[in-house]
């Protein structure tokens, strides 16, 4: 019981800057659902908003599945091998949280584009071009979301207790075993807790989606593209898409914060 109410205490001078932190934070997105234009809203769900939200979803899981095959060996690559220089490794790996999304994109057209370092080879010998295409929005928006799922992965991998797998190396275990087996399930919520992270900055991803995958509805056109044109010819559908995509975000962190994310009470 003390120690309840020795943790319930907050000083008056911390107490103030969180509300008003709280503030900062609620009170648009509160904004938003009070300009809602609620009446009109099946007239301005259109066909459109639908494809939006299908390709947004399509294109923001397989970018968290992309990041998963790629994103989990290389967390551990950062928080278990003895590689040299891996504090430089993890710097530039985090890049992409600083770097703006615009920038992101340029550099994947440099690289990728048809005429890019690596870009002009695809298209040359496989014939794969993939600036301006639904597998340029999954690139794009998997490059500026790995770093969440690669940094939750990495601190869990650090937290976790080496003992097991050491007793699973004792007991004969292969090393693919045991990563399987034991440090795989051990960092569980780590992982679960890094790919809804990841998935929901490449839900919300901008930038980088624009410059290298440009803007075609029905191929390239996502939910925060559509709401970016809709804001220039129609507020109010800007709006509802806008409470759309709120809506599905907070739906899913909603739904697996409790189980997997929330921390000690």
Same mark, same amino acid.
């Given at each position: 019981?003390?120690?309840?109410?020795?943790?319930?205490?907050?000083?008056?001078?911390?107490?103030?800057?969180?509300?008003?932190?709280?503030?900062?934070?609620?009170?648009?997105?509160?904004?938003?659902?009070?300009?809602?234009?609620?009446?009109?809203?099946?007239?301005?769900?259109?066909?459109?908003?639908?494809?939006?939200?299908?390709?947004?979803?399509?294109? #923001?899981?397989? #970018?968290?599945?992309?990041?998963?095959?790629?994103?989990?060996?290389?967390?551990?690559?950062?928080?278990?091998?003895?590689?040299?220089?891996?504090?430089?490794?993890?710097?530039?790996?985090?890049?992409?949280?600083?770097?703006?999304?615009?920038?992101?994109?340029?550099?994947?057209?440099?690289?990728?584009?048809?005429?890019?370092?690596?870009?002009?080879?695809? @298209?040359?010998?496989?014939?794969?071009?993939?600036?301006?295409?639904?597998?340029?929005?999954?690139?794009?928006?998997?490059?500026?979301?790995?770093?969440?799922?690669?940094?939750?992965?990495?601190?869990?991998?650090?937290?976790? @207790?080496?003992?097991?797998?050491?007793?699973?190396?004792?007991?004969?275990?292969?090393?693919?075993?045991?990563?399987?087996?034991?440090?795989?399930?051990?960092?569980?919520?780590?992982?679960?807790?890094?790919?809804?992270?990841?998935?929901?900055? #490449?839900?919300?991803?901008?930038?980088?989606?624009?410059?290298?995958?440009?803007?075609?509805?029905?191929?390239?056109?996502?939910?925060?593209?559509?709401?970016?044109?809709?804001?220039?010819?129609?507020? @109010?559908? #800007?709006?509802?898409?806008?409470?759309?995509?709120?809506?599905?975000?907070?739906?899913?962190?909603?739904?697996?914060?409790?189980?997997?994310?929330?921390?000690?009470?």
């Amino acid at each position: 019981m003390t120690r309840h109410r020795v943790r319930g205490r907050l000083p008056v001078v911390l107490a103030l800057p969180a509300a008003i932190g709280l503030a900062f934070l609620l009170v648009p997105l509160a904004g938003l659902l009070v300009k809602t234009p609620w009446t009109s809203l099946p007239t301005l769900l259109s066909a459109e908003v639908g494809e939006a939200l299908r390709l947004s979803l399509l294109c #923001a899981s397989l #970018a968290t599945v992309l990041c998963l095959v790629l994103g989990i060996p290389l967390a551990w690559l950062l928080a278990r091998s003895g590689l040299p220089g891996r504090g430089f490794l993890r710097a530039l790996v985090t890049v992409p949280l600083v770097l703006p999304p615009v920038v992101g994109g340029v550099a994947l057209l440099l690289v990728l584009g048809r005429r890019g370092l690596i870009g002009e080879h695809l @298209d040359a010998w496989f014939g794969i071009s993939l600036p301006f295409t639904t597998a340029g929005v999954v690139v794009a928006e998997a490059f500026v979301a790995m770093p969440f799922l690669v940094i939750s992965v990495e601190g869990a991998l650090r937290a976790a @207790d080496p003992r097991y797998e050491e007793a699973a190396a004792t007991l004969g275990a292969s090393k693919w075993l045991t990563f399987r087996r034991v440090t795989l399930p051990s960092v569980l919520p780590g992982v679960v807790a890094g790919t809804v992270l990841c998935w929901a900055r #490449a839900l919300g991803e901008f930038g980088a989606t624009i410059t290298f995958a440009g803007n075609f509805p029905g191929e390239t056109t996502t939910m925060p593209l559509a709401v970016y044109l809709a804001l220039e010819t129609d507020p @109010d559908a #800007a709006i509802v898409l806008s409470v759309v995509l709120l809506l599905v975000s907070v739906g899913v962190l909603a739904g697996l914060r409790d189980r997997w994310i929330s921390g000690p009470s």
